[in-house]
């Protein structure tokens, strides 16, 4: 497979600028048979697209990683290899270096086309076409940082290198680095309420909570402690759930259209969630819009009702890992589109109440994708 870019032949590619979003995918990542692209945000992603592992200049590549090992391990950078040689996996040709390296099996060129190291057209096999080797770093906003081309002496692993070198680290970031656009507001629910909620809960059915993932059409539920562990109680008590409708309506929806200017017209479910210390309660990072069982979603609630705990704060990878709570009864609003995770309780038990907002036009789409959800339970 040549290096360096492969500008002189016919075909048409991609090109990706410094500073566009990067596209987004499905697609095997290690054994990760559908790995959606948009839960990589939040750290620096480097994307080794080198084709093929008999490719000379990938012992370039690899090596340039080693030199790096400590920014792997320190977990604020992931490096992914992009293949689309079907045996470099077929018979393991590929070196793991640090948990934080993966390989993307890209055998179909879905993701090589979509940032410009396949073209648009050509032989039906991804490994039979024109390969433009290169390196693409993103942000934790996952927008394109560098584009680098490989070089046929070898100097763009020198290039990537300084870049990685002036990256600024990360950690939580004080003022006035650019804060997630969230919404803190106190005293949504009151005290009284906030205590009958975690009773109700209690002395209610609670049932170990999934999470929603696409399986070819289908919306599924899917449980996975590695990535969540809480327990979930749907709200039963007519007289709760009224309190709770009247609360949102006079206290939280006028904020929401006069900082988000959306008028939110639905609620989604009457929820209480429960992360306990002793079960490690936490839901890794992810988003809450992107299965078109949850596409009507617009707006993410969560209102504490407890205070008696640590950790289970909210954080914003995209953005720092600066960790959010705010007062009983408070609630912090924000897009689902945003990446946002949990962290683990480490004492105590923190109880919320969690639900998503949306307006007639995310009405028509959830109606519409109804009959496409398989929740916990109803699989065959």
């Known amino acids: 497979m040549p290096r360096g870019d492969e500008a002189h032949h016919p075909f048409s590619y991609l090109n990706l600028p410094v500073g566009e979003p990067a596209p987004g995918f499905v697609q095997r990542i290690d054994q990760h048979p559908e790995y959606p692209s948009h839960l990589l945000g939040g750290r620096y992603i480097v994307l080794c697209f080198f084709g093929s592992s008999t490719s000379p200049a990938w012992q370039t590549a690899l090596g340039a990683m080693r030199q790096r090992l400590h920014y792997l391990s320190a977990a604020n950078l992931l490096f992914i290899g992009v293949t689309?040689?079907?045996?470099?996996?077929?018979?393991g040709r590929l070196e793991r270096l640090s948990d934080y390296m993966s390989y993307c099996h890209d055998i179909n060129g879905r993701v090589s086309r979509l940032y410009g190291a396949l073209p648009f057209e050509g032989p039906p096999h991804a490994a039979q076409q024109p390969f433009?080797?290169?390196?693409?770093?993103?942000?934790?906003?996952?927008?394109?940082?560098?584009n680098i081309p490989f070089m046929p002496d070898g100097s763009d692993a020198a290039r990537l290198l300084a870049l990685l070198d002036r990256l600024p680290p990360f950690g939580k970031t004080p003022e006035p680095y650019p804060a997630p656009p969230v919404l803190m507001l106190p005293d949504i629910f009151p005290p009284g309420l906030c205590e009958r909620l975690i009773a109700l809960f209690e002395t209610g059915s609670r049932a170990e909570s999934g999470f929603m993932l696409k399986q070819e059409s289908k919306t599924v539920e899917v449980l996975d402690p590695r990535l969540k562990r809480r327990r979930d109680y749907h709200v039963d008590d007519q007289a709760a759930v009224d309190e709770i409708k009247q609360a949102v309506r006079r206290r939280l929806l006028p904020e929401v259209a006069k900082y988000f200017q959306f008028g939110a017209t639905n609620i989604e479910r009457h929820?209480?969630?429960?992360?306990?210390?002793?079960?490690?309660?936490?839901?890794?990072?992810?988003?809450?819009?992107?299965?078109?069982?949850?596409?009507h979603r617009r707006f993410a609630v969560t209102i504490n009702l407890n205070g008696?705990?640590?950790?289970?704060?909210?954080?914003?990878?995209?953005?720092?890992?600066?960790?959010?709570?705010?007062?009983?009864?408070?609630?912090?609003?924000?897009?689902?589109?945003?990446?946002?995770?949990?962290?683990?309780?480490?004492?105590?038990?923190?109880?919320?109440?969690?639900?998503?907002?949306?307006?007639?036009?995310?009405?028509?789409?959830?109606?519409?994708?109804?009959?496409?959800?398989?929740?916990?339970?109803?699989?065959?």
């Open 84 to 91: 689309v040689d079907a045996r470099d996996a077929a018979e």
């Open 132 to 146: 433009r080797q290169a390196w693409v770093v993103l942000d934790r906003l996952l927008r394109v940082v560098a």
């Open 271 to 295: 929820l209480v969630a429960r992360y306990s210390d002793q079960e490690q309660g936490h839901y890794s990072a992810h988003r809450d819009n992107t299965t078109p069982g949850t596409a």
């Open 308 to 380: 008696d705990f640590e950790g289970g704060d909210l954080s914003f990878p995209e953005f720092s890992t600066n960790q959010y709570r705010v007062p009983v009864g408070g609630a912090i609003v924000f897009s689902c589109s945003m990446l946002h995770a949990a962290a683990m309780v480490t004492r105590g038990t923190r109880y919320a109440y969690v639900t998503f907002l949306y307006d007639e036009a995310g009405a028509r789409i959830r109606e519409a994708n109804r009959a496409g959800i398989v929740a916990l339970g109803e699989r065959q």
